[in-house]
């Protein structure tokens, strides 16, 4: 991850060369480093900018493209015939499973790990033939019924298109490495009409943590994707948003309720891709080519049997159960035969996202857990769209794990800022019965059966995070002024066993005088010289206690202890720190 | 310069900022155009396909064929997943197909985009009415009536507010909907048949008069109309205006001879014509024969209704309607009423009592009894 800080890093360098003049940089003025630095800074944004526009254009097409699938695979009417729907999904899941086994081995599954595994492994590097196969397969199996939705290819498509320019521009490996979680928010934030949740996405489920450096880029990129979608598609919502209200407080309780469900829900969810996926790839190799064909019949029976809802990613469905079309016993159905139907079609390694799916499940639920609480409950109210919406970011949160991603997804698609109480009470309930149940995520999940050792998410939100406080120590003797003469700082050190003193120098810098240094000087004969006028080329570069312990690193190994000072007076010292300090701290965590 | 170094120096070209925000530009410039091209193409077949779905919709839709046109309406909304008009034809064939929960979803969906809308406060009322939500029916049929209706469709306010009247009539708010024909009929123009249909809802409120006022108009444009013959005969008739009604009655039945209500009307019409004494400027000898024959008739209705003749009216001297008969009848001869011209009116009020009784008691009167009845009626309070 320390690559990730490579722009914290390189701010900080910026206010190194502010504070001092290291050896190691002569040649070189700040001026001309803090140009360099700008400027790559600022090409690094535009051409975030152009990865956006790039994988807009790229999830415009793969739009048409699952469209004309269906068109031409399903039929064009509402109502598909029953050899269409037996057939459609059937043979292209064949055609699919000879594609990736034989073309593109890459396109299967998701995409979101596969960019996670671009970052963490490969350098940011993803061969640009896995867009091409997964626009292609991906495009096939939504549009011939498949129930898999189109967010997650796009986030890989976008990663990889990003990518592939990052190598066109030769970028370094550092720059190389944050492209595809960039190309990764536009294509999500083009596939999704939203680009607030695409950017929590990424941050949330593939970056992992907040750095300022990359946060611009991937805002820009999901920006610019978005407006290039929006000019080809409009800005409509993938849903009509209903009225959304929340009369009266108690009816929290029953967003708790769905909460709790939807919980439930996403273990069943995710305990069956975590127990049928490994069976389904250890089966023979002769069945990995027939996998997608009979997950497709059999969806195409589910379809034929009276739930064509289930097929693709449904998403007109959704907006139908929002406007309440659907008794909420059909809901409930609907609900458990999408988490059959995407299980199977996920399970046999047909290209495809689990976003769209994820979605679909949660608002069948949510309006059918809302439609029963108000079946036994009259006086609560009832809206379906509430409870869907509501049911959505419950399975987001539930299922993808990705709690804050959940909540402003639901906001930034309803657009209303009254849901986000219920939100927030039945996310929560969702999400913690979800952990305790089945501690591992289900995208480190697929990793992990993946063979991929990828850092999880959720555990690098909750690691412990070390601070310079935690290791600071005391200054070792007295703090000595730019005006005192050597000869104090001489008697100080015999007055005490520090092997450093800390010299406070005019305006907002610090030196360390050490012992030796202090002896040799007084050799010269400049014990009466003031230590200002000493020391006041050897500046040392100070940090704040609420600082990762981890910043201290890059100092000392050229200065025996850092200065760690008051973010209100920087000329408050509030203790040192050794490179032992941070080594010892880091033991005793580990122990 | 060797092609390894000319490669060289084009890849170190390639490397600076400018030429690559350059070909970056052109890139996209050339991408735009593909999508843009692409994009025509995906959105004509788009509506291309909503355009056929829908026409098939609608044509089933006008044919009442409501379970084809509701999948063809869906598939027209996958195409063109707002448009109103689709929304609102399948709203409505699912409305043929009594799913009207389902309708009301989109329906109410459709009033929050456009609430002025005619047509959807029309159907929203047609469901508030069903379910027996009148404040909600009445409101979204006032929002039909002053809705925007587009130009050629001003007559659907029209309907919508005969619509309204239907309603009130049917939860029997008959002044809301002597009011709201009060206002109808200032819209309604000269159209004959709009006219007959007004003037049918006045009869149903029985504001005969306005009634006969929109006979009148239908005929004053298409006078031999037998439907605005026959109301205007009706209104008149109920009205007590005999001679009129006999007037427009005459002419519906010679233009409609198998109108049978007509016809018995016309015939009552004509014996309240010939049989009140009490008409104005009438011959004595006239009234006398028109006493004496009431008389004769009332006589007629004891025999047939014995029941009604043992009723004793407090009004003459205790005794029961066949005594006080029988005791006036030798009185009412030509010479008798003559002498004592009071006998008309005292043999007058027996026979509108034996006739009211007799309806009272047994029922369906003759045409010559409906007529002494109508005649009562005429001169109550004189």
Known sequence: ?591 | MTSQSYKLDFSQVLRREPVMLAVLTLAAALSFLFVTGLSRMFHAQQDALAERWSTRGRSDLGAGRYASAVPEFRAALLYSRDDFDFRLGLAQALMGLNRDDEAYTYLINLWGRRPENGVVNVELARIAAQRGQTDQALRYYHNAIYANWPAGQDSEAREARFELVDYLLQIHASTQAQSELISLAAYIGDDPSQQVRLGDLFLRIQDNEHALAAYRRSLSASPHEAAALAGAGTAAYDLGRYAVAEHYLQEAVSLRPGDYISNDRLKIARLVLQMDPFRPQIRVATRNRNVMAAFAAAGAQLKACPVAATYAATGISGQDLAAQWAKLMPQITEGGLRRDPDLVNTSMDLVFTIERQAREWCGTPTATDSALLLIAKLHEGN
């Open chain 1, 1 to 591: 991850m320390d690559s990730l800080n490579a722009p914290n890093a390189s701010s900080n360098v910026v206010q190194d060369i502010a504070a001092i003049k290291p050896a190691s940089l002569a040649g070189l003025t700040p001026g001309s480093i803090l140009h360099s630095v700008f400027r790559e800074e600022r090409f690094f944004l535009v051409l975030s900018v152009f990865i956006g526009v790039f994988s807009g254009l790229a999830v415009v097409c793969f739009r048409f493209a699952i469209d004309w699938s269906r068109i031409y695979l399903l039929g064009s009417g509402a109502e598909l015939s029953t050899v269409r729907l037996l057939l459609a999904p059937s043979l292209a899941g064949l055609a699919i499973a000879i594609l990736t086994i034989h073309v593109f081995p890459t396109a299967r599954g998701s995409g979101v790990n596969q960019t996670k595994a671009a970052l963490y492994i490969f350098d940011g590097y993803i061969p640009f033939k896995t867009a091409i196969g997964k626009f292609i397969a991906a495009s096939v199996a939504i549009g011939a019924g498949h129930s898999l939705g189109p967010e997650d290819p796009s986030l890989q498509i976008g990663a990889t298109l990003a990518s592939a320019i990052g190598r066109r521009m030769k970028l370094s490996r550092d720059r190389m490495r944050l492209l595809a979680p960039i190309g990764a928010a536009a294509g999500l934030a083009a596939a999704f009409n939203a680009p607030i949740s695409a950017v929590l996405f990424v941050i949330e489920e593939v970056i992992g943590r907040w750095t300022a450096g990359i946060l611009g880029s991937v805002v820009l990129s999901a920006v610019s994707s978005v407006v290039v979608m929006r000019s080809f598609l409009g800005s409509e919502s993938l849903f009509r948003i209903p009225p959304v209200e929340l009369r009266r407080p108690s009816e929290l309780i029953a967003y708790a309720i769905l909460g709790i469900i939807g919980g439930f829900a996403s273990i069943a969810f995710s305990s069956g891709i975590s127990a049928l996926r490994p069976r389904c790839r250890n089966m023979p190799q002769w069945t990995q080519y027939f996998q997608p064909a009979v997950a497709g019949l059999l969806i195409g029976v589910i379809a034929m049997l009276g739930a064509p809802q289930v097929m693709g990613a449904g998403y007109e469905y959704m907006d139908e159960a929002m406007h309440g079309q659907f008794t909420w016993q059909f809901l409930a159905i609907l609900a458990a035969l999408k988490i059959i139907a995407t299980l199977l079609s996920f399970v046999s390694g047909t290209p495809g996202g689990m976003f769209a799916p994820t979605l679909f499940i949660g608002a069948m639920l949510g309006a059918a857990v809302g439609g029963a609480e108000h079946a036994l409950l009259p006086h609560f109210q009832y809206t379906a769209g509430t409870y869907a919406l509501v049911g959505m970011g419950v399975l987001f949160a539930g299922f993808l794990r990705a709690p804050m991603t959940s909540v402003f997804m639901v906001l930034e698609v309803s657009g209303n800022y009254t849901i986000i109480v219920p939100v927030i009470v039945a996310n929560t309930f969702a999400y913690v019965i979800s952990r305790a149940l089945q501690p591992t995520p289900i995208f480190d999940m697929l990793s992990r059966q993946d063979g991929l050792d990828l850092p999880s998410m959720e555990e690098l939100r909750e690691e412990d995070v070390l601070h310079v406080e935690d290791a600071l120590q005391p200054p070792p003797g007295p703090v000595l002024e730019a005006d005192d003469p050597l000869d104090r700082a001489i008697l100080a050190f015999e007055g005490s066993m520090a092997s450093c003193l800390m010299v406070r120098l005019p305006g907002a810098a610090w030196a360390c005088l050490t012992r030796e240094r202090a002896q040799m000087l007084a050799q010269e004969g400049m014990g009466s010289h003031a230590l200002g006028t000493l020391l006041g080329e050897e500046q040392v570069p100070y940090v704040h206690p609420d600082q990762p312990l981890d910043t201290v690193l890059r100092y000392v190994n050229r200065w025996p202890v850092v200065p760690v000072v008051n973010r209100a007076n920087v000329r408050k010292l509030e203790g040192v720190i050794s490179e032992r300090d941070v080594l010892d701290r880091y033991r005793d965590l580990g122990a």
